[in-house]
């Protein structure tokens, strides 16, 4: 089946589509690509997943921050910031220094809580805020964001 490499974020798509279904981006000008898995630098029988440098399109691994080609920026290992791999279903990874100290200093108001991504519950801290019960609750979340191991981690327990 022939692929068509996106110029623009280096992803794969069918050649009958006209637009990247990542970017949105045209496709007119992007030539169509053999998809041909690549064997991995390290001599191992193992087959990587072929991407493409968005600038000069030779063969680069998903994992590189720079195409050793041209030395442009790998914009398909951006996907790599996302919680699944994916940046249109996945969760951005959210840091939890952040998360902390904002429920340390403002959890009352639930601040964290919107930050983390879950709106409901930022609401109920807004609404009981006057009651102080949400600022000790959120003293306890704030000490308990901070002493998770990794934003990894806290952002899948803590954050939606």
């Excluded at 493409?52 to 680069?60: A, L």
């Excluded at 200093?105 to 109920?124: E, S």
């Excluded at 805020?129 to 934003?151: K, Q, R, V």
């Amino acid at each position: 089946m022939s692929t068509v490499i996106c110029p623009n974020c280096a992803w794969e798509n069918q050649a009958t589509v006209l637009r990247c279904v990542h970017c949105n981006c045209k496709l007119g000008a992007a030539t169509p690509k053999s998809q041909t898995p690549v064997a991995s630098q390290n001599s191992s029988p193992k087959i990587m997943e072929a991407i493409y440098c968005s600038s000069c399109g030779q063969h680069i691994a998903k994992e590189a921050g720079f195409c050793p080609g041209c030395g442009a920026t790998n914009k398909a290992a951006q996907v790599d910031q996302f919680i699944g791999g994916d940046s249109l279903t996945g969760v951005p990874i959210k840091s939890r220094i952040a998360a902390g100290l904002l429920a340390l200093f403002v959890g009352g108001l639930g601040v964290h809580k919107f930050y983390c991504g879950q709106v409901g519950l930022g609401v109920i801290y807004l609404l009981f805020c006057w009651t102080f019960i949400p600022a000790i609750i959120a003293f306890i979340e704030g000490i308990i964001y901070l002493t998770s191991p990794n934003d990894h981690v806290f952002t899948k327990r803590y954050c939606q």
